[in-house]
């Protein structure tokens, strides 16, 4: 039996992979050439294996992976770094519920990612996410702390208690 996750997320605690898997979809009602669709892209590629491919696909422009992992370029993006900013541009348009998912995916992925490249850029990412909402960034030890399987630890995170 193989997984979808590559290698390296299946060493990660439960929850960090589960915010993970809670990040691949990308929100409804948004045109296909929305910056945010070459984002959830390179999401996840960052830590999925293409089906396609049966492998990981590590380089956001290489070709391959259909149009779920496919590549992180349009007629409309030109790279990454345009992309993350006509996002943060765009940002009002989008569920903030698939906001706060991107956003703490983009936190373990900076954290977490065994390719130093990708773990620079999804950091910076996620700084800048948090920067534009005039929040501060958590260290990597609060996060392993907040996400690390221990229900005791991330309920003293939580305001509303689920039931």
Not at 96 to 117: D, T
Not at 145 to 153: F, G, M
Request: hydrophobic share 35%.
């Amino acid at each position: 039996m193989s997984s979808v996750l590559q290698d390296w997320v299946q060493e990660l605690p439960l929850m960090q992979q589960s915010v993970l898997i809670a990040s691949v979809r990308g929100p409804d009602g948004i045109k296909k050439d929305h910056p945010v669709k070459v984002l959830c892209r390179w999401l996840r590629r960052s830590f999925m294996i293409s089906a396609f491919e049966g492998k990981a696909i590590c380089d956001p422009y290489a070709l391959g992976g259909g149009s779920f992992t496919g590549p992180c370029k349009t007629e409309t993006v030109n790279g990454l770094d345009h992309a993350l900013e006509l996002y943060l541009k765009t940002v009002d348009e989008l569920p903030h519920h698939f906001q706060l998912h991107f956003m703490h995916a983009a936190e373990i992925l900076g954290y977490k990612h065994p390719i130093k490249e990708t773990r620079l850029w999804w950091n910076m990412c996620y700084k800048k996410i948090v920067n534009d909402a005039h929040l501060y960034p958590e260290s990597e030890e609060q996060m392993d702390k907040r996400l690390s399987d221990n229900e005791k630890n991330w309920r003293a995170r939580e305001e509303v208690v689920a039931q």
